[in-house]
């Protein structure tokens, strides 16, 4: 939706009215993501110039028909598009979409906002209620939701928001009228949650579209042994983007580590040095072997990354550090890196120590403490 | 194995020499698991009798062909059979196999207290040296490791069998002489260690099968949620037999939790009464409903479960507690209750918890106390 913004812009400015519809779920054989977005404008009341798709061409049509409505009676609404529509629109692409479709000009204040949290290289977020009591429908703000009574709803909201930017992932909530959240539905986990009996007509909850413009963070593991494919998989079921890096080709391989988005053969310090690292990068040393780790940590402790963390039995550890220091990383530097790293899980196998590494990252992130809920009294989600 | 004890203690008891031929690796299209096995009875110096099978009929002519060499020569060795060996004993069902082959008098010794262990219901674990300094190779006791200087190795080797019989999976394991991990190989991740170049005359290494002879631990979800399709996943990441249950026939399908080793429609507490469960199972009730929650906790705290955790705001989990208390649960059963569940990690996302859960899971089983590696002092694995 972003490169759409400066026609919108424009299209506001003239005065004009117009429509922004977007997708707000796919059932995963839908052709385009969560959030690519259209415009129409309308022009003497019919339909003018559209810029952007939602589907590749299958059910624009659709789209601008009920574009025009939205535009008539001033209500958004949520459209959905799938294979057994096929007389009406013919996805004939596959799959299904969901597409929420709203008066133009409150769309676009409100992305103005996020365009500009983008631009700063913060992610951002355009927040959306695509479902739920008429009064609340289209809303983009967290503040009417409080201005009307709803500040459990609200903080909840944000909360979510705020999650799903560090993250860098897209999603559909929802959450009773208080703020709970309430089971997606009855289809694919996650997917289509109006499907859920009654939704259509459902007051007591509502649906909140979270539309995510910004990359997913970095996990950046150095050092291609058995624990590192683990940590992979733990990585990207957290939404990390996995990279897993070693100077030794025939531990290196993609074929080793099959969670990875990208596998690496460089020395580990010459890679970190070139690649991009920014707050919510976490770089994860595994490979417990001063030739490596020293220079690779040197480099680490000295960038933008949010959680670096090494590897080591505790006496690897105190000489890793003994090297460090002698290499002139200073009191400061050493303090930002985790070694051992992960939480005192008593971890085993490389799951459980995988399971001991995200915990750790998750803590680093949210500021948890990694105490057991039930013996601390404060808020659990944060 | 077990299959073939009485058989072996058989053939031990009229003095007959024999052969075990274990497979210790497969590369995932071999056609039997870890740990199948075939013995081999000689008479008059060659091969007699067999029983049990490593692969379906492929490559059992090659294994009775070494067996006769071990016998011959008294030294256990390690083979490799694959589709490149296809002249030799064409394993055409695909993929390739290594099978371990002993001396049969040490290898039943050994099995027979295994198969002790497991007859009283806890799960066992045959531990073989497959590879090392010949000194080493066949040994199935620590106890011989440490008399021989190799104690901190001993060490090692019992607390990954441990861990391994926690989680009921068999596994090949590689280690320093000083009990370091060792990466297993550069083939696929943990498979085939012996591919790694130089393993063959490596005497630095010590590479071991740990044939695990319990079922896996079993981890019951209760409530068929988001967070339950992310507590699945996670849960067979570490090693779980997984099982969601939930009364709703429109939440609780197997569609909406593929890491589900089983979906139950059932009322909860109906499920646990009829169900096996033991001091291995982790229960985890995410339900937040009294109406499910309270009976289904009633059964889970009085049951053998190792672990029973409840979700919940701060509130819930406090009405939850006078609701048990009213229902006649004590103040020594509510004591085993992990709620709110999870570590306190600020988690947010479903996959955030999910880690929070599993963190509380692994902490629960190996006695971790959730603080970062890095503040604790004491032993990292338990």
Redo the contacts between chains.
């Keep these: 939706v972003r490169d759409l913004l400066p026609t919108l812009l424009a299209w506001r400015a003239a005065g004009e009215p117009f429509v922004l519809a977007t997708v707000v779920a796919t059932d995963g054989g839908g052709p385009r993501e969560l959030g690519a977005a259209m415009a129409v404008r309308m022009a003497g009341g019919v339909p003018g110039e559209v810029v952007g798709s939602v589907s590749g061409g299958c059910v624009e049509a659709a789209v601008i028909e009920a574009a025009a409505e939205v535009v008539a009676d001033g209500h958004p609404r949520l459209e959905t598009y799938g294979l057994e529509d096929s007389d009406a629109v013919g996805l004939t692409c596959g799959g299904s979409l969901a597409v929420f479709i709203e008066p133009g000009a409150a769309a676009t204040a409100h992305l103005d906002r996020v365009d500009e949290a983008v631009e700063r290289g913060a992610g951002a977020v355009a927040v959306t209620v695509i479902a739920g009591p008429p009064e609340l429908l289209g809303l983009h703000h967290g503040d009417v939701l409080r201005a009307n009574g709803y500040a459990a709803l609200a903080d909840a909201v944000a909360?979510?928001a705020?999650?799903?930017v560090?993250?860098g992932?897209s999603a559909v909530r929802r959450y009773g009228l208080d703020g709970?959240?309430e089971?997606?539905g009855?289809g694919?986990?996650?997917a289509e949650p109006w499907d859920?009996?009654g939704t259509d007509t459902d007051t007591d909850t509502v649906t909140v579209f979270f539309n995510v413009l910004a990359a997913p963070p970095r996990l950046i593991i150095l050092g291609?042994?058995?624990y590192a494919?683990?940590l992979a998989?733990?990585g990207r079921?957290?939404?990390y983007r996995v990279t897993v890096c070693d100077a030794r080709p025939?531990?290196a391989t993609a074929?080793?580590?099959p969670s990875a988005h990208d596998v690496v053969v460089a020395w580990p310090h010459k890679y970190l040095a070139a690649t991009s690292i920014d707050a919510r990068t976490a770089i994860c040393v595994l490979t417990h072997d001063p030739k490596f780790d020293v220079p690779a940590l040197e480099v680490a402790l000295r960038s933008a990354a949010g959680y670096v963390g090494a590897m080591g039995?505790?006496r690897t550890c105190e000489d890793r550090e003994r090297r460090l220091r002698e290499a002139g990383i200073t009191d400061h530097e050493l303090e930002r890196?985790?070694?051992?790293?992960?939480?005192?899980?008593?971890?085993?196998?490389p799951?459980?120590t995988?399971?001991?590494i995200?915990?750790?990252l998750?803590?680093a992130?949210?500021?948890?403490?990694?105490?057991?809920?039930?013996r601390?009294?404060?808020r659990?989600?944060?």
Tied chains: 1, 2.
């Design positions: 909360r979510d705020d999650a799903l560090d993250v992932e709970c959240p089971p997606a009855a694919a986990v996650g859920s009996p291609a042994l058995d494919a683990s998989t733990v079921f957290l939404g025939v531990f074929e080793r580590f039995s505790r890196l985790s070694a051992p790293i992960g939480l005192d899980l008593g971890a085993s196998t799951a459980e995988a399971v001991s995200a915990a750790e998750v803590a992130r949210r500021r948890g403490s990694g105490e057991p809920l039930r601390t009294s404060g659990i989600h944060r």
